[in-house]
C-alpha cells in the first residue's frame, strides 16, 4: 500500500466548490489506483479579529475540520493568517498545523509551490518522509521574483526528493531559479477525454440557445488572464460573439468595458459554471482564446483541443508545447489585434474537430495519474527513511 499525503492550498470546499478543481481530480484518480490510499490535509487560513468578520473568511471558518470529499478523507486544519504580510511565515505555520495528520505517510505530495512547498519539506525533514513538490507556474513566476519566498521555495527544492514541473518551459524557469534539474520531472496536466470531446456544433449551439461564430474564454476575471484583451480582439470583429466563463474582482471592470466599446449584445460574462456545462460551452466554440500573460500549462488550453476547438493564446509557459501544430490554433502576441487577426484566421480556416482532438491525446488522465504513481512510488523506494528530527 502507498500511503500518501497530499498538501494543497488548491482545493475545493462547500465554500469554493470549483476551485482548483484540477488537483481535486488528480487526487481522486490517483486514490483511484488499486494499493494508494490518499489523505488531503487543505490548510484553512484564519486572520485575527475583526478581519475575521468579512464574510469570505467567516464561511471558510465554517468549514469542519475534517471530511468526506467525494471518498477522499480531507483534513482543513485552521493556522493564523495575516492578509498581505504574513505569506513569509506561513509555511511554518501550514507545516505546524499539518503535523498531526502526517502519522503513516509513505510520501508527502505539495500541489504548489509556495507555501505547501516549503511546509512539506520542513515536514517530511522532521518526520523523515520523502516530499515530492509540483510546480504550477505562478508559484514560480510570481512567488519566485520575491526574494524571502525564492529563498524558502530553493531551500525546498534542495530538501524534496523529486519535483514536478507542468510543463518542459516550466521546468527550464526552475532550473533557472536555481532548482536542481535532475530532480525535476516533467508532468502534464489531466483532461478527461470523455467529457470534453468534440460534438456536432451546430446542433449543439441550437439546444443551448448559444451565437454563432463564437469565442469562449475560461478563466479567473483577474488581470493575469488578459481578459480585456480578448473582449477587445472580439469587438473588433463584427458578428463575433464572446463567452467569458469565471469569477474574479475584475468583474466590474469588464462589464464597463463591454458597455464602452458597445458591445453588450456580443460579449457576456457568464460567472462560474459547473464544470459539464464548460465542457458544453468548449465544444461548441469556433475558438478558446485566452491572453494569459503567464500560465505553467493551463488546463483549460488542453480542455478546449479536446473538444476539438482549436486556441489562440500567448506564447507563455508551456504554450508552444500546446499548440504543436496547426490544427491546435494559434499563439499571438499579448494585444488585441493580434489577438483579433489569429481569431479571424481561424474562423476563415477551421481545422477539422478531429485533428484539433488528436493534439490533446498526450494529456489524458490515464497517462497523468500513471505518472504521478510512478514517480511517488519511486521516491519511496529511492528515498529511504530517514531518523526523524528531535522537535
Aim: hydrophobic residues 50%.
Amino acid at each position: 500500500m502507498l500511503r500518501v499525503l497530499a498538501l494543497t492550498t488548491l482545493f475545493p470546499s462547500a465554500v469554493r466548490p470549483g476551485f482548483a478543481g484540477f488537483v481535486e481530480r488528480s487526487l481522486l484518480r490517483l486514490a483511484a489506483v488499486p494499493d494508494v490510499a490518499v489523505t488531503v490535509i487543505a490548510p484553512n487560513g484564519v486572520p485575527p479579529w475583526p478581519l475575521a468578520l468579512h464574510p469570505g473568511y467567516r464561511a471558510a471558518d465554517r468549514l469542519p475540520l475534517a471530511e468526506d470529499w467525494k471518498g477522499l478523507t480531507v483534513h482543513r486544519p485552521r493556522f493564523p493568517l495575516l492578509p498581505g504580510v504574513g505569506w513569509r511565515i506561513n509555511p511554518a505555520l501550514i507545516a505546524r498545523a499539518a503535523a498531526p495528520f502526517v502519522h503513516g505517510a509513505d510520501v508527502i505530495h505539495a500541489e504548489f509551490f509556495f507555501p505547501d512547498g516549503p511546509a512539506a519539506a520542513l515536514l517530511g525533514t522532521r518526520l523523515g518522509i520523502p516530499v515530492s513538490i509540483k510546480a504550477r507556474g505562478s508559484d514560480i513566476h510570481l512567488w519566485g521574483a520575491r526574494p524571502a519566498a525564492r529563498t524558502a521555495m530553493l531551500r525546498a527544492a534542495d530538501t524534496a526528493a523529486g519535483l514536478l514541473s507542468v510543463s518542459h518551459a516550466l521546468k527550464a524557469d526552475m532550473i533557472a531559479l536555481g532548482m536542481p534539474a535532475d530532480r525535476i520531472a516533467g508532468h502534464y496536466t489531466g483532461v478527461d477525454l470523455d467529457s470534453f470531446r468534440p460534438v456536432d456544433r451546430s446542433a449543439t449551439r441550437t439546444a443551448l440557445g448559444l451565437p454563432a461564430p463564437l469565442i469562449v474564454s475560461v478563466g479567473n476575471l483577474i488581470p493575469l488572464k488578459g481578459h480585456d484583451i480578448a473582449i477587445r480582439a472580439v469587438a473588433a470583429l463584427p458578428g463575433v460573439h464572446l463567452r467569458i466563463v469565471g469569477q474574479g474582482p475584475e468583474h466590474a471592470a469588464l462589464e464597463a468595458l463591454i458597455a464602452t466599446l458597445g458591445a453588450q449584445d456580443r460579449i457576456r460574462l457568464t460567472g462560474p459554471l459547473p464544470h459539464t456545462e464548460v465542457a458544453q460551452l468548449l465544444a461548441s466554440a469556433d475558438v478558446m482564446a485566452l491572453a494569459s500573460e503567464r500560465e505553467g500549462l493551463a488546463n483549460v488550453w488542453v480542455e478546449a483541443l479536446a473538444c476539438g476547438t482549436p486556441v489562440v493564446i500567448t506564447p507563455v509557459g508551456g504554450a508552444a508545447e500546446v499548440v504543436d501544430r496547426p490544427a491546435a490554433g494559434h499563439l499571438a502576441a499579448r494585444t488585441p489585434e493580434a489577438f483579433s487577426r489569429a481569431i479571424a484566421d481561424l474562423l476563415a480556416s477551421p481545422p477539422a474537430q478531429a485533428e484539433t482532438r488528436a493534439a490533446a491525446m498526450r494529456f489524458g488522465w490515464a497517462q497523468h495519474t500513471a505518472q504521478l504513481h510512478a514517480h511517488l512510488e519511486r521516491l519511496v523506494r529511492d528515498a529511504p527513511r530517514k531518523s526523524p528530527q528531535s522537535r
